[in-house]
């Protein structure tokens, strides 16, 4: 199992940026992949980002060309960069880990999420 502590929201003004940090311990070894979602009030949880061990990177289209992710396999970490936001990008955003054991059973864990608030 692996924990996760998600760091870096805030309230910003549109246009305006914000960097999201997440630090893992635990049985990091397992991981080959973490990224972000989001959940604004009353809609279900979306993927925005992933970022694998390899260096590969996906996004969500809302996204692209305004947030980074990326994973820092020394420090266990994984980071959003988010930039030029929108009132619509207002969420709570959760970091998550995907292990892979040696049985090849795969698993994900969850941060507790940390709230990025968009408004002027």
């Known amino acids: 199992q692996v924990q996760l502590v998600e760091s870096g929201g805030g309230l910003v003004q549109p246009g305006g940026s914000l960097r999201l940090s997440c630090a893992a311990s635990?049985?990091?070894?397992?991981?080959?992949?973490m990224g972000w979602y989001r959940q604004a009030p009353g809609k279900r949880r979306d993927l925005v980002a992933v970022?694998?061990?390899?260096?590969?990177?996906t996004y969500v289209d809302s996204v692209k060309g305004r947030f980074t992710v990326s994973m820092d396999n020394t420090k266990n970490m994984v980071y959003l960069e988010l930039n030029n936001l929108k009132p619509e990008d207002t969420a709570l955003y959760y970091c998550?880990?995907?292990?892979?054991?040696?049985?090849?059973?795969?698993?994900?864990?969850w941060g507790q999420g940390t709230q990025v608030t968009v408004s002027s």
């Open positions: 635990g049985s990091i070894a397992n991981i080959y992949a």
């Open positions: 998550y880990a995907d292990q892979i054991s040696k049985e090849g059973q795969i698993s994900r864990d």
């Open positions: 970022a694998t061990r390899s260096g590969s990177s």
